[in-house]
């Protein structure tokens, strides 16, 4: 296949440019291959889940600083490839993200406190999938790949009409779990789609020492499946391209591959120094692309923001930091011993030994402590 062909056929080679609706600008541009279909209210509502998530982003930042989160890994400069994905799924769709998809969970309706209790070691997920069908955060790389075309090819299997999309960095497309994924979803025709959000960097290993493929789309073109591209930090072009893809899947014609390309503007976790590897002028760079000052031009040149609109986001987005800090803040952890719990229904061999073990280390610790007291 030649460059140009469609990018939406199986075996097609994607565009060589991203598809990008709406410029840093504000500018517009419709396109009929992706139509967006929103109203006024929807691209008000984009914009404030994009605000709400940097807000509480920067929150759960502050918390690590504090003490109070072991880790936090941001998605500043992300939340438009987030919550543009999110908006083209439907509520029976499933979610599988890898530890970066704060926005998306936002807007799956999760509460963020019960997704970062996770990062303070309180809870080993403080929310329940089947309530938001989504899946707990994935830590292991690109293993939430393989999570999504399973649950996919069984869906295919019960003629469940859902879509399951896997989230992933440019880094999981380094790792088997990811390939394996695309090719068992295939192969089966699973409703899945794979959204790849290439923010540049896997840790400190920029884009060009991940692959020598033309662009991370390119890699779906081995199994038979669309790849797809768009401007991530466009949160309409995000949309209209994983509605596409979504839609494609939903309709029984296989699995897409979607690479949104964007630009990390944190460090990759809270105990990465970016300043290494990358230089403030880069950075500097990104930020002229920022996508909620994006979508933000429009709405002002549409005057969609007006003063109420902007000052009741502010008080909500001050709520959702402050409700986010009581629940975290100084949070009590559970019993150690709810580690064995809901692991086997019958242990076997050294795992009946294990909670012996602990419980006597436990006490050994908790005796040493009273005996320093005294």
């Known amino acids: 296949m030649r460059e140009g062909s469609d990018p939406h056929l199986p075996g097609s080679l994607p565009p060589s440019d991203p598809v990008c609706l709406l410029e840093p600008d504000g500018t517009l541009h419709e396109d009929p291959d992706y139509p967006l279909e929103i109203d006024e209210e929807g691209l008000r509502e984009l914009y404030r889940r994009m605000v709400l998530t940097r807000r509480i982003d920067r929150e759960a930042i502050n918390l690590q600083r504090q003490g109070q989160l072991a880790l ?86 019960d003629d469940n009409p859902v879509v399951a999309i896997a989230y992933v960095g440019d880094g999981a497309t380094s790792e088997g779990d990811f390939h394996e994924g695309l090719n068992f979803a295939a192969v089966f025709d699973a409703p899945c789609v794979f959204f790849v959000q290439n923010n540049q960097y896997a840790i400190s290993v920029p884009l060009d ?50 690479e949104a390309m964007t630009y990390r503007m944190e460090a990759h976790t809270t105990s990465d120094d970016p300043t290494r590897y990358r230089s403030k002028e880069e950075l500097e760079e990104a930020a002229r692309t920022d996508p909620i000052a994006r979508l933000k031009n429009l709405l002002t040149a549409r005057e969609l923001l007006d003063d109420d609109f902007v000052e009741g986001l502010e008080d909500e987005a001050k709520a959702a930091s402050a409700q986010l800090r009581e629940a975290l803040y100084d949070a009590p952890h559970g019993d150690p011993m709810e580690l064995f719990d809901h692991v086997y229904v019958d242990g076997e061999g050294h795992f009946d030994q294990q909670p012996a073990r602990l419980r006597a280390e436990l006490d050994a610790e908790a005796s040493n402590d009273g005996g320093g007291q005294g």
């Not at 939340?79 to 799956?108: H, M, N």
């Not at 890699?219 to 893809?245: E, Q």
């Open 209 to 258: 020492q991940q692959t020598n493929a033309p662009t991370l789309a390119h890699k779906a073109i081995g199994y038979g499946m669309p790849g797809l591209r768009c401007d991530g930090n466009d949160v309409l072009a995000t949309l209209a391209v994983t509605r596409r893809a979504v839609a494609r899947a939903r309709a029984g014609e296989g699995p897409s591959l979607v």
């Open 72 to 157: 936090h890994a941001s998605c500043l400069g992300q939340e438009a490839a987030q919550i543009g994905s999110a908006w083209a799924l439907t509520k029976q769709d499933w979610v599988f993200p890898s530890y970066r998809e704060l926005g998306v969970a936002l807007s799956r309706g999760i509460d963020p406190a019960g997704l970062l209790h996770v990062w303070r070691g309180t809870w080993h997920s403080g929310h329940d999938p089947y309530d938001n069908n989504f899946a707990l955060m994935s830590i292991p790389i690109g293993t939430q790949a393989l999570h999504a075309a399973g649950f996919a090819m069984g869906a295919r299997f």
